[in-house]
């Protein structure tokens, strides 16, 4: 449930497809287990869903620019 850095932002056009799914199915699991979480309000970081959300998005653009090309 890390952070997206700049770096893993940029490594992101590297990646195929395939890789890319890959990690938007980890990223929807933690966030679906986060929201599970909030409901018991056992989460200590409340931004953590907003930036998975960011980085769930960030993929969806990615694997739609390489759909189109």
């Known amino acids: 449930m890390a952070k997206m850095t700049k770096n893993n932002r940029e490594n992101l056009k590297g990646m195929k497809g395939g890789e890319l799914e890959k ?5 929807r699991e933690n966030a679906r287990v986060i929201r599970f979480k909030a ?16 980085d769930i998005a960030r993929i ?6 390489q759909n189109k090309k």
Do not use: D, H
């Open 23 to 27: 990690k938007l199915a980890i990223l």
């Open 39 to 54: 409901e018991g309000s056992k989460s200590k970081n409340v931004k953590e869903l907003s930036t998975l959300r960011k």
């Open 60 to 65: 969806l653009t990615e694997l739609n620019k």
